[in-house]
């Protein structure tokens, strides 16, 4: 009985024994499949990195001389480099991925299983490409006519119409500008605009999305993103009705009843800004303390011969006193940072541009001398603080943690110079008043860039997800952009508009096919990164009062510096909340940061708006914009309902 036992136990270890001899072998080639899995990422990856360079070499040649020849020559790079990666895709899809131990590869391979718009047919990338440079060219061409002198038309939106909507203070100049600039820029491109989400949406498919909504969103890594997106602005919205309703007021004292009415949207070309993105044009005129702290910072850097080079040597000086990286040579020989005066036709929206070779950065910014300039020049290095950061990195990972951290970390910077007590030790500030009513005029002005974008920033690719999704069709293009804008901004058109009308591709992300919600994030999530960074200075401790967020100055802190660093090091290698809690501690977005900075102009104006009775919010604009087709549409189709989700009403 015993020897049965015995024998029966051999049999069954023999039987194991074959099984582990088994599995191990399974192992072994498991790991020998990862092993020659790391190597062809190795290759695969430096591959990339040449491809990169290269398309990026032609693709600025063509934004920084609107050529026909520059075009057909960033046209075919497009298209061979698109074959060659479709070539590698099929090579990187042999590999089973998703079984590798290493999650750091299984990530590399994650990201490169995406093919992005290579995975189109050759005639249909074609189409794609060519209706997105036709949109950036007309864009780029576009001109309107000068007010007073009729007979010249040759006025771009950078400097020109930029200037008047700065400047000027004659509404009908203002309606005359506003019009001509959308139907030049806007309408002209409908067609393309068709054609691109066509084309966009059959790559989104091929990619496995079921459109490019879904593929924009996937970029976030987060599952209930858009729930997130609208909780963030259900708790910034209450601060945005009390600055709209007090702008209100004053734009009506100003242009009259006939003009702006006292409950209705505000019309958006008296704002200061073409797109009514940002409201800190109209500052002067609408402040709350007249005689209180004034920040006029264009008059002094003008003043004070600011040029383009001392804007960016100035912000280069701010990121090498937090211990981060100075500008490379080869960045101040390349960039283009003033608009070439040669007549040519180049792309003028600031832009910040890594060429893959770990030496070649460069900015293109058709700067003028303006206080939004002095900003969007601390912007943009950003960027490039950013590539210089992850440039060790492989290539896969030379992104921004999120979009939306991209768009964050000279903004961050920003934050500290607009602060009166940078901007006195720079000099362009005599006095830094530590009264309450001079911090309310400063938090007001921040809040004209900063809370008043939030909605723009929000909407703009809500907007588009609904046209990539089909909800919005060429049909209704104009008018469900202008549901959005009322609804979220508060503001309507000029005059009244129809489909013949394109409006939304006069901003240039829409002509130029850039996402555009990593804004709306980038203005959540600096704030958290400034008040972080703010701690970690000593410059800030939450709860105690006598030290303002809004007058924190991290100019020359180290540690702030290295914590911001260890950040932006890490490029997209990890989730974005990884790299998040590296330099907050948290790992969500949140709107704490940005209302503890305001806070104290919310009281203000919650009290000042009861004070003169506004009416807080909107009733609904009288200025046409939908056919009463399109709205019993709307109602039928759910319109309302899905706007709901997003407006969390
Ligand atoms: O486009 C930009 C930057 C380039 S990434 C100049 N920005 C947005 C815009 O101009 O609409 C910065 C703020 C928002
Ligand atoms: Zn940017």
Redesign the pocket.
């Known amino acids: 009985m015993m020897l049965k036992i015995l024998g029966e136990l051999a049999l069954l270890g023999a039987i194991a024994s074959v099984f582990i001899v088994a599995a191990q072998g399974r192992a072994q080639e498991r790991a020998a499949e990862e092993n020659s899995g790391r190597e062809y990422m190795r290759s695969l990856d430096e591959i990339m990195g040449k491809a990169k360079n290269k398309l990026t070499l032609a693709a600025w040649a063509y934004e920084s001389n609107i050529t026909k020849y520059n075009e057909d020559k960033y046209l075919q790079t497009s298209l061979d480099i698109a074959e060659e990666e479709k070539e590698y895709w099929k090579e990187t899809m042999t590999y089973l991925w998703h079984e590798f131990y290493d999650e750091d590869l299984k990530r590399m391979f994650k990201k490169y299983s995406v093919l992005g718009t290579s995975a189109l047919p050759e005639d249909l990338n074609q189409r794609l490409i060519q209706a997105i440079n036709n949109m950036k060219a007309t864009y780029a061409k576009a001109t309107i006519c000068d007010f007073k002198d009729p007979s010249k038309c040759d006025l771009t939106i950078e400097p020109s119409v930029t200037n008047i909507f700065a400047k000027s203070q004659d509404a009908e100049e203002l309606k005359q500008a506003w019009l001509q600039w959308h139907e030049a820029a806007g309408a002209a491109s409908k067609g393309n605009f068709t054609e691109y989400v066509e084309m966009y949406n059959e790559a989104a498919k091929l990619n496995g999305f079921d459109n490019v909504a879904q593929w924009w969103l996937s970029e976030y890594e987060t599952s209930d993103i858009e729930d997130q997106l609208a909780n963030l602005w259900s708790r910034v919205k209450p601060l945005y009705e009390q600055i709209h309703a007090y702008v209100r007021r004053h734009l009506r004292e100003k242009y009259g009843e006939d003009v702006v009415s006292a409950k209705g949207p505000i019309p958006a070309h008296l704002l200061g800004n073409i797109?009514a993105?940002t409201w800190n044009n109209i500052e002067q005129f609408t402040k709350p303390f007249p005689n209180k702290l004034d920040i006029d910072v264009t008059d002094a850097l003008v003043k004070q011969n600011y040029t383009a080079l001392k804007f960016f040597q100035t912000a280069e000086d701010f990121f090498k006193s937090l211990n981060l990286s100075g500008m490379p040579d080869l960045f101040w020989d390349r960039s283009i940072i003033e608009k070439p005066d040669d007549g040519r036709d180049m792309v003028c929206?600031?832009?910040?541009w890594d060429f893959f070779d770990r030496e070649d950065f460069r900015i293109k910014q058709c700067t003028s001398i303006t206080s939004d300039f002095f900003t969007?020049t601390h912007?943009?290095m950003g960027?490039i603080q950013y590539y210089l950061q992850y440039k060790d990195q492989p290539v896969v990972y030379r992104q921004g943690a999120n979009p939306g951290f991209h768009?964050a970390v000279g903004d961050v910077i920003a934050l500290s110079v607009a602060t009166p007590k940078h901007l006195k030790l720079m000099g362009l500030l005599e006095d830094d008043p530590e009264d309450k009513e001079s911090n309310i005029n400063q938090l007001y002005k921040m809040g004209l860039q900063k809370i008043v974008?939030l909605p723009f920033?929000y909407l703009l690719d809500i907007y588009r997800y609904g046209v990539f999704r089909g909800t919005t069709t060429p049909n209704d293009y104009n008018c469900h952009f202008w549901q959005l804008r009322e609804s979220f901004q508060g503001i309507e058109p000029p005059t009244t508009r129809t489909e013949n009308d394109f409006d939304p591709a006069a901003?240039?992300?829409v002509s130029a096919d850039?996402e555009y919600m990593r804004?709306y994030i980038s203005y959540i999530i600096q704030f958290q990164f400034h008040r972080s960074m703010c701690q970690l200075a000593g410059e800030y401790t939450p709860g105690d009062s006598s030290k303002l967020l809004s007058n924190c100055d991290v100019y020359n802190n180290t540690a702030a510096g290295n914590a911001l660093q260890n950040m932006l090091k890490l490029g997209s290698s990890k989730p974005w909340p990884d790299a998040m809690e590296v330099l907050t501690g948290q790992r969500n977005m949140d709107a704490s940061g940005v209302m503890e900075y305001f806070q104290p102009l919310y009281d203000w104006l919650k009290e000042e708006n009861a004070r003169t009775g506004e009416y807080i919010g909107w009733e609904p604009s009288t200025v046409q914009y939908c056919t009463q087709e399109q709205r019993s549409f709307m109602d039928q189709t759910g319109f309302k309902e899905r706007l709901a989700k997003y407006l969390k009403n």
Do not use: I, L, M, P
């Open positions: 797109w993105q929206h600031a832009s910040a969007t912007h943009e960027h768009e974008f920033g901003k240039y992300h850039v804004y």
